[in-house]
């Protein structure tokens, strides 16, 4: 059964999560953010793992680098899954630095034969480590490269395939790109395949008078996000949902309002669903 | 060369040009961008991104230090950030080597108070989130056999931080926690220890006497309990010693300061 609809767990609202328990199905945490030895943080997760499932989302795995794989952060990463007993773990599909340094961004990778390899390699290599196959989260992009061969969707489903992982499907990433690549977003949704993905997320943007959009999770999410989540749920179906937001992060009761238009789109849409396969009386 | 060794050499290559044109401005990498009209500015997102990722984290790190710099916090923030690029897995630790970079690095080193706070919090974040362990009680010490005592070894909290500051920043750090305006912070005549300790997961500070931070600090090297009485006679006097070693091992105890003993061999 689904978890349903969920949300990114964020400081501000550690402690009225845990006072007042939310109509929430589960939370996400930045895995990154409890890889500390002890005090309040990893107070707050333990209480609130009480009461919901908790999925590790990490943000530093940096799985297309030619740097070596972290076996220190691989490390802290197993630690704090044998504490939190996540509903799963998850990162992106790019990378984040390289020659010892880290760009704290994710960045694009080329989507070519070569780095597909060099990805499912280390994909196969972390899940190996970690036990469990792994979600990976297709990243928004402002620059792609010339030498790409292949396009997004099926290097994200090539990696999944190959390494016989996870997709956490962003939503708003894909509009994302869409707009600052310029292709059908609808036809990204399409080529991905169903089984493969585990989580969906969903996040406000900026549009730039330029013309381009940077994926900045400081707002709600915007109608043609909306508009292609309904895409989404159709599709994939009943796919554990959230919402993520980082920064000018508003008031909880906010977000659950946000959540709760999601609840409603997959309501109706899973509505439509089986009216349309209800067979008609003769 | 193998073809995979190629291909990966291929990736690195592109990779650190796109790295040295985020970390500084090398324009390589703009013929690998596609849509060669908008390179730039495609790029300049990411490289305009890192410094203000790196910026906001030794923000939410330094509260203080931002408060007392005002609007020269972004300034040297900026020269941390050229100085320092991050090799660092989790943006938690990246400011660790601020308040030494402060220090050494003019203009900021012509105002010590900016090397201080920055001292004084990164102290404060070791703290917060240090190991988890349950703080030494009077009572737990009351169990202890007198023959016992002469080889008793205190073992301080993982969360207990010592730091020595020359100006008064604890007293502006509380002042901008709680939205207060601040006043110049004074100069000390002599460095003051500061203690900093963790109880109900909340850090706490007060500044210690020169003497108390010096038995505090011989405490924590593992000195048996008749080792440290016997130096600390010297420091106080032997009429002084039995009083002031009770009176500061209740005040560390209710400080949360001490996490156990050990028995010395």
């Known amino acids: 059964m689904s978890l349903g609809f969920g949300l990114g767990l964020r400081p501000p609202h550690y402690s009225q999560v845990a006072e007042t328990r939310p109509d929430v199905g589960w939370f996400e945490v930045i895995s990154e953010n409890f890889m500390v030895a002890g005090g309040r943080p990893l107070n707050w997760l333990e209480r609130i793992r009480a009461d919901y499932p908790i999925a590790l989302h990490g943000v530093s795995l940096s799985i297309g680098s030619t740097d070596p794989l972290d076996e220190q952060h691989l490390i802290a990463l197993q630690r704090l899954a044998r504490r939190v007993q996540p509903a799963w773990i998850s990162d992106h599909l790019c990378w984040t630095g390289v020659a010892g340094n880290n760009l704290h961004d994710l960045l694009p990778l080329p989507y070519t034969e070569a780095v597909l390899a060099h990805v499912v390699e280390r994909v196969r290599r972390v899940q190996d480590r970690l036990g469990c196959r792994i979600l990976l989260e297709n990243v928004s992009t402002y620059a792609g490269y010339a030498s790409s061969q292949l396009t997004e969707w099926e290097f994200v489903t090539e990696v999944a395939q190959r390494a016989d992982c996870l997709i956490l499907l962003d939503v708003n990433n894909v509009y994302v790109n869409s707009v600052n690549h310029d292709f059908d977003p609808l036809a990204y949704l399409e080529a991905i395949p169903v089984a493969r993905v585990r989580q969906i997320h969903l996040a406000g943007h900026q549009l730039r008078p330029d013309g381009l959009i940077v994926d900045t999770h400081d707002s709600p999410v915007s109608e043609p996000v909306w508009r292609l989540y309904e895409h989404a749920r159709r599709r994939f179906g009943d796919v554990p949902t959230m919402i993520e937001r980082d920064a000018q992060i508003p008031p909880l009761q906010e977000l659950l309002g946000e959540l709760e238009r999601a609840r409603s789109i997959a309501e109706r849409i899973d509505l439509e669903s089986r009216t349309q396969r209800t067979p008609r009386a003769a | ?265």
């Open chain 2, 1 to 265: 060369m193998t073809q995979s060794t190629a291909q990966s050499d291929d990736l690195e290559s592109l990779q650190r040009r796109f790295q040295d044109y985020v970390l500084h401005g090398n324009p390589a990498v703009l013929r690998d961008v596609a849509g060669a009209a908008r390179a730039a500015i495609k790029m300049d997102i990411y490289a305009d991104g890192y410094p203000q990722r790196l910026l906001e984290a030794l923000a939410t790190d330094y509260p203080g230090l931002k408060a007392i710099a005002g609007e020269e916090f972004n300034e040297l923030g900026r020269a941390y950030i050229a100085a320092c690029p991050s090799t660092l897995r989790n943006l938690r630790w990246y400011g660790q080597n601020l308040a030494q970079f402060l220090a050494s690095t003019a203009p900021w080193s012509d105002r010590p108070e900016l090397a201080d706070m920055a001292r004084f919090e990164w102290a404060m974040g070791i703290s917060f989130d240090a190991l988890d362990a349950t703080s030494l009680t009077r009572e737990a010490l009351g169990g202890i056999g007198a023959q016992d005592w002469p080889r008793l070894i205190f073992l301080p909290h993982p969360a207990t931080q010592c730091v020595a500051l020359t100006t008064d920043v604890p007293r502006a750090w509380s002042a901008q926690a709680r939205g207060e305006a601040l006043a110049p912070v004074q100069h000390e005549p002599v460095p003051v220890p500061w203690l900093l300790t963790r109880r109900s997961l909340q850090v706490r500070f007060r500044a210690m006497g020169p003497q108390e931070a010096a038995a505090f600090d011989r405490l924590g090297t593992r000195a048996s309990f008749a080792q440290w009485c016997g130096e600390l006679a010297e420091m106080v006097g032997e009429d002084n010693a039995a009083r002031q070693a009770v009176e500061w091992l209740n005040q560390w105890l209710a400080d949360g300061a001490l996490a156990g003993f050990a028995l010395a061999p």
